[in-house]
Structures are given as structure tokens and as C-alpha cells.
């Protein structure tokens, strides 16, 4: 059976944007390809098709379209945590070794400094969050490893393993790869430091003060996203939908690798993503080329 694209609003917009004007040919193309039993493994849990022809496949329409084109060049993804980008990626990665694509998948989360850095980088912050922060990433690293990679050479980056320390993570080594495109994930990717929001919950004095600390920090990352050459944003139909879904993030890893973050660690991470940064910079990001919309139960809405 093959896919309707008038299943998703902005379906067919999003496939025209991408250089297909006729969606069918587009998703008998995929369908062909493997379709749906396409990085299959990749998935520990049941994937909505949704996912895969509205977010999926188009994506790594882009992509190709990218590796093709003798240019090297970064794709963001962006999205809060929970939403499902990690898991889409990881997904992305598969297929990109089935379909022989010349493609990295690189978190934001793998520019982590090394623990006692993290520690000093992250010491003082009032919800006692062990990173995830602006601020608590190498960026002279990020851009060395870009400079290299985009002067011809292979792409070496560090790994961030979550589940380290208890829970509060570290380096676990190195990657290395030839791809001739990055797709970097992360939760912030494509905020703005300038933004402002009505949608902010009450703040206290120590959350208020510690937040200019982190626009400040945040200022710094703006010449790392205007290397992006293009922006995919997972958008949340508010930022209160991570509490739920980080909540079930740590049910998966507690029943894939054995560790989760204690409940009180787990709701200041969630306080910190509600609070640190005005609200509005995580939800209009005005640098993204395409917007999918999804509800409080992840399920796509419409595409932009």
C-alpha cells in the first residue's frame, strides 16, 4: 500500500520544497527503496508510520539531496527533549548505512566537556543540573571539528555516554567518519538569545538572575547555527509537553541500559528546561527551514 502524502497537512508542500511535485512518485520511490522495513532495527519501541513518510523519508530526501551534491554541509535538527529526535536520528543513521548515504549523525550533547569541566562549567546553576545547559559544551572543539571536516578531512568528534556517572554523564571516547554530511541533533539547536516570552512560568530570584548566565552563554553558539545549512524543528504545542515526555525518555533508558536520573535530579531537568531560557526561544525558531508540528502525544499535526 502505498503512502497518501494528503494524510499530513503540508505533506505535499514540504515533498514540493524538496524538488518533488508529484508526492506519489516521491513515495513510490521510498516505497521501493524498503519503505517502512527500512532501519526497522533502529526502533526499540512501535513507530507511527506518520513518522516515517512525514518526517522520515523527507529528511533523508534532504540529506541525499545534500550528499550528492559535492558540498559539504551540516543539517540541524532541533527539538525539545523527549519529542523524539534522538530516536529519529538514530533512525536516520540506520538507514543511512543500508542506503550506503555518505552520513554522520552527531548530537550537540557529544560537545559535552569532559567531566571536570562539565562540573565547573555547571556548578552554581539553581536547578543543580549536571549539563544540558548553554554553556556546557566545547564550542572551540565543535568548530575545530567542523573547520577540519569542511577542509576535506574525516569528521573526529568526541561521544557523550548519558548514562555515565550515575547518570550525570562523560566523553566515552572518539567517532570517526568520511561522510560528506552532518546531521547534528540538539535541544536548543537554532535559539536565539534575543527572544522574549509571555508563555515564561513564574521565576524565582535565583532562576531570574542564573537565566542572563545562560543568554549570555547562549550568545555564543549563534555562529555555530549560522554554519547550518538548513534547520528541521520538532516543535511542541508548548514547552510544558517535555515534563511528560523526558519522564518516559528516562522509563526507556532505565529498561534499556539499567539507570535513569533520581526523581528529584529529574524534576529540576525538567524545571531547568522550563525556565532557563525564555520559552519563546525554544518554540519560534526563526532560523528553521521546515517545522513539524506535533501534539502532546508526539503525533504529527502539520508540516511547515
Known amino acids: 500500500m502505498i503512502w497518501r502524502p494528503d494524510l499530513i497537512?503540508?505533506?505535499?508542500?514540504?515533498?514540493?520544497?524538496?524538488g518533488w511535485d508529484n508526492?506519489?512518485?516521491?513515495?513510490?520511490?521510498?516505497?521501493?527503496?524498503?519503505?517502512?522495513?527500512?532501519?526497522?532495527?533502529?526502533?526499540?519501541?512501535?513507530?507511527?508510520?506518520?513518522?516515517?513518510?512525514?518526517?522520515?523519508?523527507?529528511?533523508?530526501?534532504?540529506?541525499?539531496?545534500?550528499?550528492?551534491?559535492?558540498?559539504?554541509?551540516v543539517v540541524g535538527l532541533s527539538g525539545l527533549p523527549g519529542c523524539g529526535k534522538s530516536s529519529l536520528a538514530a533512525w536516520i543513521q540506520q538507514v543511512s548505512r543500508e542506503l550506503g548515504l555518505s552520513l554522520a549523525v552527531v548530537s550537540l550533547d557529544d560537545f559535552y566537556w569532559p567531566a571536570e569541566q562539565m562540573d565547573l562549567a555547571m556548578a552554581g546553576n539553581p536547578w543543580s543540573v549536571p549539563r544540558a545547559l548553554p554553556g556546557s559544551h566545547d564550542l572551540a572543539l565543535m568548530q575545530h571539528c567542523l573547520q577540519e571536516w569542511r577542509a576535506g578531512g574525516d569528521w573526529n568528534a568526541p561521544c557523550f555516554d548519558k548514562s555515565l556517572r550515575e547518570g550525570r554523564g562523560d566523553r566515552a571516547g572518539w567517532t570517526s567518519s568520511t561522510a560528506e554530511v552532518v546531521l547534528l541533533e540538539g535541544w536548543f539547536i537554532g535559539a536565539s538569545a534575543d527572544a522574549?516570552?509571555?508563555?515564561?512560568?513564574?521565576?524565582?530570584?535565583?532562576?531570574?538572575?542564573?537565566?542572563?548566565?545562560?543568554?549570555?552563554?547562549?550568545?555564543?553558539?549563534?555562529?555555530?547555527?549560522?554554519?547550518?545549512?538548513?534547520?528541521?524543528?520538532?516543535?511542541?504545542?508548548?514547552?510544558?509537553?517535555?515534563?511528560?515526555?523526558?519522564?518516559?525518555?528516562?522509563?526507556?533508558?532505565?529498561a534499556?541500559?539499567?539507570?535513569?536520573?533520581?526523581?528529584?535530579?529529574?524534576?529540576?531537568f525538567i524545571r531547568m528546561i522550563?525556565?532557563?531560557?525564555?520559552?519563546?526561544?525554544l518554540q519560534t525558531i526563526s532560523k528553521a527551514d521546515v517545522v513539524v508540528e506535533l501534539t502532546e502525544n508526539r503525533v504529527i499535526c502539520e508540516l511547515r
Open 196 to 254: 522574549t516570552s509571555s508563555l515564561d512560568p513564574q521565576l524565582s530570584a535565583a532562576e531570574q538572575h542564573y537565566r542572563s548566565v545562560v543568554l549570555a552563554a547562549l550568545q555564543n553558539y549563534q555562529s555555530s547555527w549560522s554554519q547550518l545549512s538548513e534547520l528541521w524543528h520538532l516543535r511542541a504545542p508548548a514547552v510544558s509537553a517535555t515534563r511528560l515526555w523526558k519522564m518516559q525518555q528516562e522509563i526507556t533508558m532505565q
Open 274 to 281: 522550563e525556565t532557563a531560557l525564555p520559552q519563546a526561544a
Open 256 to 268: 534499556a541500559r539499567g539507570v535513569k536520573l533520581p526523581k528529584q535530579d529529574l524534576d529540576q
Open 23 to 73: 508526492p506519489l512518485e516521491w513515495c513510490l520511490l521510498w516505497q521501493n527503496r524498503g519503505g517502512e522495513d527500512l532501519g526497522a532495527t533502529a526502533w526499540s519501541f512501535s513507530v507511527n508510520p506518520d513518522w516515517l513518510w512525514g518526517v522520515g523519508f523527507p529528511l533523508l530526501t534532504a540529506l541525499e539531496q545534500r550528499a550528492g551534491s559535492g558540498v559539504r554541509s
Open 9 to 18: 497537512p503540508g505533506h505535499s508542500q514540504l515533498l514540493a520544497h524538496l
